[in-house]
């Protein structure tokens, strides 16, 4: 598993930032469970970009005093969040209030993932009033691309970033607080599931409107009062979030924008960049390192 909070272990007092990488510190000393590749805390908060290192056998239940939020980029994930399914092989915002009890972890070791916790204190400090629940549970869709530019503040911290790590986060218990409203209308959601299916093949208006027995014109309306986003728009969001997880995989991008759908992978490229606020290059360079990218390239001009 991925984020195993060891209290009082990745505080600073005053403040203070501090920048380890994998050979500076252990997984113990960071209080997570992986193989820190970037980390960065301050008094309130620790960011972590991290490799699973513990076989999913030796993962046992345990809890959380600590908040803490799991961002899944690449890998096969199990857990008992709401909204997750029985094994989760996509990109994944999963919020883990103070006090969570769980077994979440990874199916095999060549995951990537990010970590944010905070102690319970500044947890409700930050809340202010604002009451997300007592569940673990998965965000919606929406709250992944602002989990990327975490990505960019975990490798270049600079005196603004704990402000930057703070107002997504605010963003994420506003999705935290909507997704644990009433559920709305279940046609809806048979709709959205229809669009997350990424084994069929994408559907029609008049298919989806089907399936909630609506109107085409009353669905579309609907869909986008509920979810903030047409049908087609989600999807595509949804396409590119798996992109994220090729990616992240090792697979190159003209290799990703073909098993996705794409025309070739300028199309990807322009997408992603429209999406997530950067290019491909870039994502992957932030997630797995300039190393490993180089050696991606060098496999591509060897075929």
Known sequence: MAASTVPGALWRTGGRMTTTSAAASSPASLGVRGRALLHQA???LALALLQPTI???????????????VVLLAGRYVSDAAGMPEVCAEPAVIFNPPGTEHRDRFRSRDGRFMTLAMPADAYARLCDGVTPGSRALR????????????LREIRDWDSASSLA????????????SASTAPAGDPRLQRVR????????????LRDLAAIAGF????LARAFR???????????????????????????????AAATLG???ASHLHRSFVAEFGMTPGAFRRLALGRGEVSRIQDRCLRR
């Open 42 to 44: 301050t008094g309130d």
């Open 55 to 69: 076989p999913e056998h030796e993962i046992r239940s345990h809890q959380h005093d600590d908040m803490h939020v």
């Open 139 to 150: 965000l919606p869709a929406a709250s992944f691309a602002r989990a990327l530019s975490l």
């Open 165 to 176: 790590v703070e107002a997504v986060f605010a963003e994420w218990l506003a999705d935290a």
């Open 193 to 204: 599931e229809r669009l997350d299916d990424a084994s069929a093949q994408p559907p029609s």
């Open 215 to 218: 109107h085409p014109v009353y």
């Open 225 to 255: 009062r509920r979810y903030g986003v047409s049908p087609s728009n989600y999807l595509r969001m949804r396409r590119l979030h798996r992109a994220v997880s090729l990616l992240a995989g090792r697979r190159t991008l003209a290799d």
């Open 262 to 264: 794409f025309t070739d």
